[in-house]
């Protein structure tokens, strides 16, 4: 935060490598995710991305919104395909057949390509230890085949299979936790952030691309088609997600943990879930229990990031 | 290396090619029967033998995604599996050829679970027939070694840039140790140099691959798809006279054994063809005027290469090493009856699945079926196909 502050909106990176023309939804944060992610990139960078809404919006043939090479093969298996990018290039320019060059690989998913199908590709990538970035964009739920539950669903959220009803809550399981899944790997650096938060998102970029190995990034990406919420509350979502802790920005960095931004005051949770129409369904008593959960999971991250 | 005549197993002179075209990167996962290629490539790697990246994948799914990945940078990309594995990749074995990827695979051919069994036939590799690669098959050890080369310099002929798929029967051939003439590294960098993908992954001249389409232009992607396979056979040949300018050996899509003056033959793809000329060979002594065809590319399929093959023969006996589940034949039968449907004065097409899972198909089987098939056309007993040598 101290290299970027609100007043220094004016060093941001003014090239656009997502550029605008695509067709994402009106007031998506998923794609003003991606859009600032490439901002902090930069032009020496190669995407591979999975199938997913961000794939869809961006490259209809024979259109593309990418500035940057990019590939897409298939749903799953972005990290394995950017594990070939890295180690194919690292193989030429070893043998002097391309020039060296620091380039920036790159693996996008949306939470269903990360947390489900793709979990084992990317577990793989990781653990292989290539030079990569790869970004979850997690809107919670499979956005692009229309509103499924992924396991990064959160608790309660009515989605088209796993809809509220008469003996049902909606989603029954707890979100995944897929950073701490990335951070059971040991990888140099793993991060959460959103949107919302431009200037600390941009700064987790640059230094997951700085890094050398694996980063994993976390980022919360509103939704508002699939949150059934007004396309214009997408950042206002977002900030509300971070400061009632629902989604806590930190970062794990060769071991130590590090919160981003406390919240101050931390806001209830009740002001994240009402209004958002996945949740309309819940009960006091269901909200009351998401503000024990947040709680708690939240003090655990607190805990680990006082102990360094 | 130097040229030099080496008895040596197949899988590993297969690796070795692979080392002498100097190949970027590998990717791969066990299965039997094509464990011990990657086994001695990640072998030859940790030498310094070979100056490549081995990408340790934890399935043949992220075996092919690497792949795709390595083949768009620009890498000479190679990777080999058998049965379950390219089931599992399948996915992305479709996506390589659309996205006209330079992939070389070695397939080591094993049938299909279930029941589970490591044995060769040719049932993994029928069931990505319509996988828009490039699909050759070999007969012994020789071939498999000399094939390694060719693919690459098909896959990477800039007219074509499409996967190639070589098929080796599993353990009949892969697991034998045969005699082998290796070419010397400079005859090796003449055939198959160091290459550059014009449209690659590269940040200087950024590309989009694989967009999303909408049905007014995917019929047009899947046109062009067609037409580089189709049009790939020029390169095929191109890439054969070459080979047999430089080494003395010279191969052709459809290969024919004491055909010519024959009045039937039988039909075979893959390391069964030894076995059926040494039985044509005691069956003309018995006075039949049979012959073997052998048809070596598979895809794209080399049709007037067949018919001249089959020109004047009344009768074609196929040996099929998989089935069309609740269809009407074999893989090979069916696509010989089609491609011989509208010839005017067509052989008939008798069909037998024999050899699945590794059963023996001795000289003597084979004599009984090029006799049964010859019987059966006879009488008129030609539609579907017959299972030889059931059990009870
Ligand atoms: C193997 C396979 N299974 C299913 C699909 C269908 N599919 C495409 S995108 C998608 C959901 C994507 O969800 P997510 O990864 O969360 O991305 P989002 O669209 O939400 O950004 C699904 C199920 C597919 N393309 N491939
Ligand atoms: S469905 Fe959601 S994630 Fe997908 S483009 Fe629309 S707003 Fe963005
Ligand atoms: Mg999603």
Redesign the interface.
């Known amino acids: 935060m101290d290299k970027f502050s609100v007043f220094s909106a004016r060093l941001v990176e003014k090239d656009e490598l997502f550029t605008s023309g695509h067709r994402a939804c009106q007031g998506c944060a998923e794609a003003l995710a991606v859009r600032l992610v490439m901002k902090a990139l930069g032009r020496n960078t190669i995407v591979a991305m999975a199938t997913g809404c961000m794939e869809i919006i961006s490259s209809p043939l024979p259109t593309t919104a990418w500035q940057v090479p990019w590939i897409h093969v298939a749903f799953e298996n972005s990290s394995a395909v950017i594990s070939g990018c890295e180690s194919g290039m690292k193989a030429m320019m070893r043998k002097g057949k391309l020039p060296a060059k620091k380039i920036n690989f790159v693996a996008m998913g949306g939470d269903g390509a990360t947390a489900d199908i793709g979990m084992g590709q990317l577990s793989g990538a990781m653990e292989r230890g290539h030079d990569m970035i790869y970004v979850c964009y997690d809107n919670e739920a499979y956005m692009n085949t229309g509103i499924q539950r992924s396991s990064a669903t959160p608790w309660g959220a009515s989605t088209t299979t796993s809809p509220a009803g008469k003996i049902s809550k909606g989603q029954f399981t707890q979100k995944k936790d897929m950073p701490k899944i990335a951070i059971a790997h040991n990888i140099p650096y793993v991060a959460t952030a959103c949107p919302s938060f431009p200037f600390d998102l941009m700064e987790k970029v640059e230094k997951a691309a700085a890094i050398e190995g694996p980063a994993y990034l976390h980022i919360l990406s509103v939704c508002p088609t699939g949150w059934r919420i007004p396309s214009e509350e997408a950042i206002k979502y977002g900030r509300l997600a971070v400061n009632t802790c629902v989604f806590p920005l930190y970062e794990y960095e060769y071991g130590k943990y590090n919160l981003t931004y406390r919240p101050h005051p931390i806001l209830p949770v009740k002001e994240y879930i009402q209004g958002q129409g996945r949740f309309r369904h819940l009960t006091p008593e269901d909200i009351d229990s998401i503000q024990e959960r947040t709680r708690t999971e939240y003090e655990k991250l607190l805990k680990l990031s006082e102990e360094g | 290396m130097a040229k030099e005549r080496k008895g040596i197993e197949v899988s590993l002179a297969v690796a070795e090619a692979v080392g002498q075209a100097d190949c ?2 590998i ?1 791969a996962y066990p299965i039997t029967p094509q464990t011990h290629i990657v086994e001695h490539l990640s072998e030859m790697v940790a030498n310094a033998h070979l ?3 081995f ?5 043949e ?2 075996a092919m ?11 000479r ?1 190679f990777t080999s599996t058998s049965s379950q594995g390219l089931a599992l990749m399948a ?2 074995f479709f ?1 390589t050829s659309a ?1 006209r990827l330079p992939v070389v695979m070695a397939l080591a051919n094993r049938s299909l679970s279930a029941p589970l069994s490591i044995w060769n036939d040719h049932t993994d590799t029928m069931m990505v027939r319509d996988g828009g690669w490039i699909h050759v098959f070999v007969e012994n050890g020789q071939e498999a070694y000399d094939h390694v080369f060719w693919a690459f310099r098909v896959a990477e002929d800039p007219a074509v840039r499409l996967p190639v798929a070589l098929n080796i029967d599993g353990f009949i051939m892969t697991h034998m140790i045969e005699p082998v003439d290796f070419e010397d590294d400079e005859l090796i960098k003449r055939y198959v140099p ?1 290459y550059r993908m014009e449209k690659r ?3 200087d ?10 049905p007014e ?1 995917y019929s047009e ?1 899947q046109m062009v798809r067609e037409n580089a396979l189709v049009e790939s056979y020029a390169t095929c040949i191109k890439a054969w006279d070459e080979w047999a300018a430089l080494t003395g050996r010279q191969y052709h899509p459809v290969e024919t054994y004491r055909a010519d003056d024959a009045e039937y033959c039988i039909v075979t793809m893959g390391s069964l063809g030894e076995t059926a000329m040494a039985a044509v060979d005691e069956l003309r002594e018995q006075g039949e005027l049979v012959g073997v065809i052998k048809i070596r590319l598979w895809r794209p399929f080399p049709f007037d290469d067949l018919f001249k093959a089959v020109a004047g023969k009344d009768t074609l006996i196929v040996l099929d090493r998989a089935i069309s589940f609740g269809g009407p034949g074999g893989p090979v039968a069916l696509e010989l009856r089609s491609a011989l449907c509208n010839s005017p004065k067509a052989p008939v097409v008798v069909d037998y699945v024999a050899g699945l899972a590794s059963r023996d198909v001795t000289v003597e089987d084979f004599k009984s079926i090029i006799l049964g098939g010859k019987a059966k056309a006879a009488g008129g007993e030609i539609a579907g196909f017959t299972f030889y040598g059931l059990r009870g």
Request: charged share 15%; net charge negative.
């Open positions: 970027d990167l990717s100056d490549a990246e990408v340790p994948v934890e399935s799914h992220s995604s690497v792949c795709c990945g390595a083949a768009a940078v620009g890498a990309t996915e992305i996506i996205m160091e992954l590269d940040p001249n950024p590309v989009s691959m694989g967009c999303f389409a909408m232009i992607t």
